[in-house]
């Protein structure tokens, strides 16, 4: 299994991946606090710095880069400083900004403000709600121009409102049409929110953590066979070809059409931080379907790729090195992002 994962991380490399979904600018404001405000019983934070990140689908574009793909963005964002924003950080990355559609919602941002490395606060400016028309024609126009350049599609769903019914319909038809005219099988992999799974009924893969799954599947998982069962009903509500549920220090578990689960345990060595893990996981996993990977071995490539990225403080990214390293039994030294 080492030497045939060891061969799927060098196969990545220049996979091209279409993500499409909820884009998100993360701003951090770091500081310090040594008092109390005499207005009001907060603490008065006294700005050091100010950073901003690729968050969202945006992310997940991000750490395909960083495991040696190739990847283009599609979704909403506003005409504005955010936006820009936005662009210069994908460019910054020499990702195209082609599949980006300037919207009438503000691009949405979420910040944080830090103080003594602990959260004090943090505010979303964003417009959540069913795209318009005219948006969904401008992402739909891209597909059809540009959905046969790519190995596989993973879409973002943070339920802001971008991955709605009309656009995963428009998506999912494309990506059976490409198949019918080229013979070109596209892994279309989606990281969920809850809220309606009908809305991905038919895509190749979900891959829900824990709570989401049980939300979905309307039961409490508290067993291995609850496990499994919890598994093909979301199957069965999806239509997907496989379920993965990412269960944080538990591991992972697969179950596809047809077979039997699989138990997929965590090689993380310790745990300090799991923001975007999720990214991590979704991006490893589409690119190992695009290198034409067994559902089994995407899925443990993409557990070896979360459990390094949680042994990171901050929003991190993992690389093919860390992934080899870990394959051939050495160790992955914890590092400290700035975030």
Known sequence: MKSELSKLVQLISGKKILVVGDIIVDHFIWGTVSRISPEAPVPVVNVTREEFLLGGGANVLHNIYSLGGTAVLCGIIGDDEMGERLQDLLHGLGASTAGLVKGRRPTTVKTRVVAQGQQVVRFDREQTGALSDSAVASMTAFLDKNLSDFDAVIVSDYYKGVIGKPLMKTLLARVARVGEESGKKIPVVVDPKPSEPERFFGASLITPNHMEAEKMAGMTIESVEDLRIAAGILLEKTG???????????????????????????????????????????????????????????????????????????????????????LHGEEVATTFSSC
Do not use: H, W
């Open 240 to 326: 997907c070809e496989a379920v993965l549920i990412t269960r944080g220090e538990a591991g992972m578990a697969l179950l596809e059409k047809g077979k039997k689960l699989v138990s997929i345990p965590t090689t993380a060595q310790a745990v300090f931080d799991v923001t975007g893990a999720g990214d991590t996981v979704i991006a490893a996993l589409a690119l190992g379907l695009a290198a034409k990977a067994s559902y089994t071995d995407a899925a443990s490539l993409a557990n070896i790729a979360a459990g390094v990225v949680v042994g990171k403080i901050g929003t991190a990214t993992v690389d093919q090195n860390e992934l080899l390293a870990v």
